[in-house]
């Protein structure tokens, strides 16, 4: 036994959130993906047959009112938001990260221009979104639908770039709080403080930091954010993301996607609208009960739960893998993109394939990442790959170990050394 498997061990024996992963359905794969889908807590599936069974199948129509459905997503939005740190009110569920980033995106050019819902009079000094130039692409083609419909001009940037960018006729700037590729952790608080200077509005996508560490959107002024639930939230396959609107947006906020469900008076099918109060602004259409009533069972796992303590697992996870990956991968053959220091990193270690392993493992033009990530999952290691050459390993704190850890770093050695 390797002197990092016994510290392993050790570590485990004295983390508080060990008792923890008992709580998920999991076998004896190191499972180091849950920052793309999640694992499934044990509770759900009788959770889930229960909606199915006697709500739907019983009560029916009458689940509306009686199984509560119909509020389900302020309801549900309410129990992410201490996770995000935001107080109740201000977050519903539904809809797709996707949907979520175009309704906070255009919702936000509308408020910096103070445009009004009613009259369409705006300011039209403000004609620019700024867009995280390395973001998942879903949110670059969103933003680029967005400023054509607002008629801005698009500036993807770096998030280290903004600041200087940033000027009288930047209207809304979205951000990711950690990058999918890297793990790299940007500057929420910092980022945020610059586009206010600005006049602008910041929207944050926390798609890789909910669940994963804290994020602080209220302390931190952020005025709007989405993010999805499968991740870390571990809230099933495709379950609804969610819209966080800052309390003293909601009278202003315009969703460029009114439907019936954000309607003040939803049941009164009036052909004019006029918008529900506070965050009930960000529903659209009939919530998506199944998936959505799923991820509302998942989220008991994180009763009792401090984000503290997750941060502080989530880091002794990374730091641990990459002690052990440099210990027991031959020097030169994979290099970290995750960053060093610890406020720069999220909950993930990304690790890029040298170039020189390629002509060992490049079969048939497949991906040379992706052929060290098939071996790892037919060794029992699953994570990740992203085109061209990264390896992307997720740590779950509430499920994944140390031993974890320590097993996909002698894997993936094993794998690359042979
Ligand atoms: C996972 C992820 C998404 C997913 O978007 P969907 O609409 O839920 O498919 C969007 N943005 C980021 C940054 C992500 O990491």
Redesign the pocket.
């Known amino acids: 036994m390797s002197d990092l498997h016994v510290r392993a061990k050790a570590l485990d024996a004295e983390d508080e959130l060990g008792g923890k992963r008992a709580e998920f359905v999991l076998d004896d794969t190191v499972y180091l993906d849950g920052n793309s889908l999640g694992a499934l807590p044990a509770h759900v599936p009788e959770r889930v047959a229960d909606v199915i069974d006697r709500q739907w199948g019983k009560l029916r129509i009458r689940s509306w009112e009686e199984s509560g459905w119909w509020t389900a997503p302020e309801r549900i939005g309410d129990r992410i938001a201490p996770l995000v740190g935001a107080a109740p009110g201000q977050i519903v569920v539904g809809d797709?990260?996707?949907?979520n980033v175009f309704k906070a995106l255009v919702a936000a050019v509308r408020l910096a221009r103070g445009e009004d819902a009613g009259t369409g009079a705006r300011d039209e000094g403000r004609d620019e979104i700024i867009v995280d130039a390395t973001?998942?692409p879903?949110?670059g083609y969103i933003a680029r639908s967005a400023a054509r419909l607002t008629g801005c001009r698009l500036t993807p940037l770096t998030p280290a770039e903004v600041p200087a960018a940033l000027s009288p006729r930047t209207a809304a700037v979205l951000l990711?709080h950690a990058d999918?590729r890297t793990g790299r952790l940007h500057d929420l608080p910092g980022l945020t403080a610059a586009v206010h200077a600005a006049g602008a509005l910041a929207v944050w996508?926390l798609?890789?930091t909910a669940g994963a560490l804290p994020v602080g959107l209220d302390a931190h002024g952020v005025d709007l954010a989405v993010g999805?639930t499968y991740?870390y939230l571990n809230g099933g396959p495709g379950s609804p993301?969610y819209i966080y609107v800052r309390a003293e947006l909601q009278d202003r906020f315009d969703s460029p996607l009114p439907g019936w469900n954000s309607h003040a008076e939803p049941f009164g099918m009036r052909p004019e609208f006029e918008a529900a109060e506070g965050a009930l602004r960000g529903r659209v259409g009939t919530p998506d009960i199944l998936s959505m009533l799923a991820l509302e069972a998942a989220l008991d796992v994180w009763d009792g739960v401090s984000m503290d303590a997750v941060r502080a697992k989530s880091l002794a996870l990374t730091d641990f893998f990459l002690r052990c990956v440099e210990a027991y991968v031959p020097k030169g053959l994979v290099e970290s993109l995750t960053p060093e220091a610890h406020a720069e990193r999220g909950s993930q270690v990304a690790l890029r394939c040298s170039p020189k392993l390629s002509t060992s493992f490049e079969q048939g033009g497949a991906p040379l990442a992706g052929d060290v990530m098939k071996r790892l999952t037919e060794r029992g290691v699953v994570g990740d790959f992203r085109a061209p050459d990264v390896l992307r390993f997720g740590f779950t704190p509430l499920y994944v170990s140390f031993v974890d850890a320590e097993r996909a770093a002698r894997v993936l050695a094993e794998i690359l050394e042979s």
Request: some cysteine.
């Open positions: 797709s990260t996707s949907v973001t998942f879903t949110d990711n999918y996508d798609c890789h999805c991740k993301a």
